[in-house]
């Protein structure tokens, strides 16, 4: 039942905008998990089949617009927390530049790796929620003074195409992403897309990639450790009662944090311990800057980089609910670009089928650094003239029928 003394600047801006707030979405305790399992409320249904997850944390928000409950939402993005769902859910999802849009008002989780991210059905509507919500805010000090362009201005009808909308274009395929522990479907579908797309560049290796993963879940773990630190029952969060001090601390944390939260505030608390700083912390910030520096030297030569924005579609609600490394494992294809601090653009490209049903599959798109621009236009080039497929979910699509 709490309430929020004040708007965040995201939202802010888009009530300023003329946005109807329709309500808030589900997620992840504290934006931790890949699934929406770990919801302080209750379990969030993939709208293509109930029975599997909607992916997470931000699996609310996709799910509603999968299911045309809204045109469009906003999600946090820390390690895939809006691309993995948007995938998982059959729509767009686009993480912006760490700094495009202001963080006040978003609970932090990892300081350095969070961005507010944006979920459409189309790659118009997203871009056209980024572009109501980007920009400088005097209150969050990370927040770029870089001026914002356009981005509508890309979105051109497919009736006023070139031959050849996207000749020139040089595009790298991570390699890395295409191996094993990837669906073969999943495989397939994101080289249907690679073939849909003109004037395709060579395939370009980073070595670096496998070693994001582990980097990532030292970092966030570490941050999220601070960050979380202030919700001892005194100053945030729920309070036990008890005559203690301590007995108050532990009672209230105990009580006021679900299990994904727990693990990964030890995990973190041990990393930055004495002894064990340079081992775990150190290094992994050192990864972090040979991520950048490869994905700095691939988009050099390259415009944008694909891969698929998860290793399989959606599975089934409570397949990896007990196994917390083969849940962080699928956030393999996405850790990278929050390291990195670029944005990056999932549209849906095809579908995996699952017994009787399909589920849909989405590619990622990377850019470097505040060239969403960019992405916007080739991800709409892309939409619009890629054939033969619906997103909306069977039984959506079933409701606008009758």
Known sequence: N??????????????????????????????????????????????????????????????????????????SDTGGSVRQPASFCGVVGLKPTYGRVSRYGLVAYASSLDVIGCFGSSVAD???????????????????????????????????????????????????????????EVISSIRGAISHLEELGCTVSLPSFSLGLPAYYVLASSESSSNLSRYDGVRYGNQIASDELSSLYGGSRANGFGPEVKR????????????????????????????KKSFKAALDSHDILISPAAPSAAYKIGEKKNDPLAMYAGDIMTVNVNLAGLPALVLPCGFVKDGTTSLPVGFQMIGAAFDEEKLLRVGHIFEQTLQGHSFIPPLIADEFKS
């Open 126 to 184: 997203a871009g056209l929620l980024l572009q109501a919500i980007c920009g400088h805010d005097k209150l969050d000090a990370t927040s770029s003074k870089r001026e914002v362009n356009d981005f509508t201005s890309q979105f051109i009808s497919k009736d006023y195409f070139e031959s050849q909308p996207l000749k020139g274009l040089r595009v790298g395929v991570i390699s890395e992403t295409l191996g094993d522990g990837v669906d073969q």
């Open 2 to 75: 709490y309430r929020p003394p004040f708007d965040a600047t995201a939202v802010k801006k888009l009530k300023e905008s003329g946005a109807i707030i329709v309500g808030k979405t589900n997620l992840d305790e504290f934006g931790m998990g890949s699934t929406t399992e770990g919801s302080a409320y209750q379990v969030t249904a993939n709208p293509w089949n109930l029975e599997c997850v909607p992916g997470g944390s931000s699996g609310g928000s996709a799910a509603a617009v999968s299911a045309r409950q809204c045109v469009v939402s906003l999600g």
């Open 264 to 291: 990964r505030i030890l995990m973190g608390t041990y990393a930055l311990s004495a002894g064990y700083y340079d081992a775990y912390y150190k290094r992994a910030q050192q990864v972090r800057t040979v991520v």
